[in-house]
């Protein structure tokens, strides 16, 4: 199991109260927060989204505190996935729409059937020279074995039975 989050969505120019049953973290601000106790919305984990109907949303993305694994805490990653959110009017309005190679010394946008036939060329002339445990793969495994269940079902089964390598790191294993 990976890192647990706690998400929370509410209209543009509203706001939740001071006391613990106003606010949705449950907590009295009318005193002072204890140090460290992670009982606060940070910058990163907080957006505002407009949604396809031009209507705007706060959204906050916070640790889970009663998630075993990470009890409130936070990965990097996992500590900013608020502000990594979609938004039309801010950084994360730039989004990568072709895939890019480098040519000579800068990238260039390319299809996909090209970016997938260099990196098929790239591992196949890998496993040639060095052989199948020349290829590593990252991956991320919540929930599943054999290269993940969620989103990287697909590209588990062709490192671990196409390619057959045995070096993988899981995102959220140091063990591996």
């Known amino acids: 199991v990976g890192c647990g989050y706690q998400a929370y969505k509410w209209p543009e120019g509203q706001s939740g109260g001071l006391l613990p049953d106003q606010n ?49 805490q936070h990965s990097g990653r996992g500590g900013t996935l608020g502000s990594s ?25 390319t299809t996909w059937d090209d970016a997938i036939g260099l990196v098929a060329r790239v591992i196949y002339g890998s496993i040639l020279r060095d052989g199948n ?18 989103r990287n079902w697909a590209i588990g089964k062709f490192f671990f039975n196409a390619v057959q390598t045995i070096n993988c790191s899981i995102h959220n294993r140091p063990a591996y």
Not at 43 to 56: K, L, M, Q, S, Y
């Open 133 to 150: 445990n020349s290829i590593f793969m990252k991956i991320f495994d919540h929930g599943g074995g054999g290269g993940g269940f969620e």
């Open 85 to 109: 959110l979609y938004r039309p009017d801010g950084p994360t309005s730039v989004r990568l729409t072709h895939p890019l190679v480098y040519r000579a010394t800068e990238q260039s946008p």
């Open 24 to 72: 949705a973290l449950g907590v009295d601000f009318t005193k002072q927060v204890a140090p460290l106790s992670g009982d606060w919305i940070a910058p990163a984990h907080h957006a505002v989204i407009t949604e396809r109907d031009g209507r705007r949303f706060h959204i906050a993305i916070v640790p889970d505190k009663n998630c075993v694994v990470n009890k409130g």
